[in-house]
């Protein structure tokens, strides 16, 4: 048995050893995506426009009676937005989706300038006429209306929404206003009233669950600074938080390195139409607020706002299957695997056309796959550069074997003391006297075992080893077999 184990033990050791030698290195499982990707937010960056249309009719009765119909389109707001759900729900600012001015008394300005021939602004504010009554007429067109008002108006809202899609959609989808904030730069929720790119939904930005308490903090904002098309897409500028929290008032912007005014390079992105646009922490790229403000003068309302406006909503965010998907591949893209993305930018194309982002990778995948960039070419191509001969392998083999016999032989040696014989004892040949000095007759015993290892037998006396013989001249003890005495020579008595 000690034999086996030994070599048991030997042969175990030869192929632990050559493990390393036959197998090649695993590929290196690729980490999570590094921070500050603000592709996980991009596709689902949205144009946000929203218009007025106006219907009036001026009863112009001060000679024949006249029904002059008008119909306006009136600016309201533009900015961006952020897909929060792939039911396509979209967060932005009130401001981009309402106005405090009214825009029934700018197209009371617009139909009485027009119809009347009279200078009148065409703007938000009520004006006066010189002909008194032209100007009594003017002021009855205004709103509110009575029973004495010369005009009918009927206004409604119309909100599009331009996702980030090549090509570009130029009807963009409708959406309905469904909760405003108490303030313009609160948040606003809106929904899609009809249809909805793509077979699964729409792609959406990742909420943060708070935003980052360090001053300095690294972060970029995404927007359009107009309708999507060849020659616009989404901006990205980076930014930095400055001191203080959140809330209705915002949060500052502040180069830490004072190198940039980042207030008024933010505020200036804000007029151009980025108005709303998503911030994104640098740690994982999610959306940590939104842009507000303008001027010389930019800020963020936090997450927290944003949540609170999509629970007043009922509308949850959440993410879909092209998000997954997207975000499987975008993690294999910035670890450099370009070959196993590829098939990932594909899928998400497949699941939502046009998506501009994911084409843009799959472009650049397609490129740098099996070149040197490439890091699942370069784990196949290091064995391959490096690969060893089959014949070392063999020797190598041949000899751990052959120390793994010498090894088991040198344990069997080296027994212990107290360790148990596992075969009987070699004979072992001793002399013995003979009783009649006839010669010596040789016997073949065991060498002496201890106790414990003699096999315990019973006596058995026979009758001829119970009948001793004497001899009666000298008492001298006789053989069995003896005639004579040996000592004196006496007949022993039969």
């Known amino acids: 048995m000690a034999r086996l184990t030994a070599l048991a033990g030997g042969v175990a050791v030869a192929l632990v050893s050559l493990v390393p030698i036959v197998l090649p290195a695993m590929p290196a499982m690729a980490h999570e995506h590094p921070s500050g990707i603000t592709d996980l937010v991009t596709p689902a960056v949205v144009r946000v426009e929203a218009t007025s249309h106006v219907k009036i009719t001026l009863l112009d009765h001060i000679g024949e009676l006249v029904h002059v119909e008008r119909s306006y389109d009136v600016p309201i707001g533009v900015g961006t937005g952020t897909v929060v759900n792939p039911e396509g729900a979209v967060v932005t600012l009130t401001r981009v989706v309402r106005t405090d001015q009214d825009v029934a008394v700018y197209a009371a300005n617009r139909v009485f300038a027009e119809h009347h021939k009279v200078k009148i602004p065409a703007d938000f504010k009520r004006h006066k006429l010189k002909d008194d009554l032209l100007n009594h007429h003017l002021k009855e067109c205004y709103p509110p209306k009575t029973d004495t008002a010369t005009c009918i108006i009927d206004v409604t809202t119309e909100i599009t929404i331009f996702p980030n899609v ?209 890091a699942g070419t370069k784990q196949a191509a290091a064995p391959a550069a490096k690969s060893t001969p089959l014949w070392p392998v063999s020797v190598a083999a041949a000899v751990l074997f052959l120390a793994a016999g010498a090894g088991a032989f040198l344990l069997w040696r080296r027994r212990g003391p107290d360790e148990e014989p596992d075969l009987p004892p070699p004979l072992v040949a001793t002399p013995q006297a003979n009783d009649d000095g006839a010669g010596q007759t040789v016997m073949v015993r065991r060498t002496q075992l201890p106790l414990h290892a003699i096999p315990q037998q019973k006596k058995v006396l026979t009758a001829q080893q119970t009948a001793t013989k004497y001899c009666t001249a000298c008492g001298m003890r006789l053989g069995h077999a003896h005639r004579f005495c040996g000592y004196c020579g006496h007949p022993s008595e039969t």
């Open 166 to 374: 090549s090509p570009a959609d130029p009807k963009g989808l409708k959406a309905d206003l469904v909760y405003a904030g108490s303030q313009p730069d609160s948040p606003a929720v809106l929904v899609p009233s009809g249809r909805v790119v793509g077979s699964v939904g729409m792609p959406t930005a990742p909420l943060a669950d708070k935003v980052p308490d360090q001053q300095g903090s690294p972060t970029n904002v995404a927007g359009f600074l107009g309708r999507p098309g060849p020659n616009v897409q989404h901006t990205v500028e980076i930014a930095h938080l400055g001191k203080g929290g959140t809330g209705e008032n915002g949060r500052q912007f502040a180069d830490p390195e004072n190198k940039v005014d980042e207030p008024v390079k933010l505020g200036g992105l804000v007029d151009r139409g980025m108005r709303g646009a998503p911030v994104i922490g640098d740690k994982d790229g999610h959306v940590i607020g939104l842009l507000i403000g303008g001027g010389k003068d930019a800020r963020m309302i936090g997450v927290r706002e944003v949540a609170a406006a999509l629970a007043k909503a009922k509308v949850a965010p959440r993410r879909g299957a092209i998000d997954s998907t997207f975000e499987a591949a975008l993690t294999r893209y910035h670890t450099h695997y370009y070959t196993d993305a590829a098939p990932g930018f594909q899928r998400v194309l497949e699941l939502y056309p046009g998506n501009v982002v994911a084409a843009g990778l799959l472009k650049t995948s397609l490129s740098k796959r099996g070149g040197p960039e490439d």
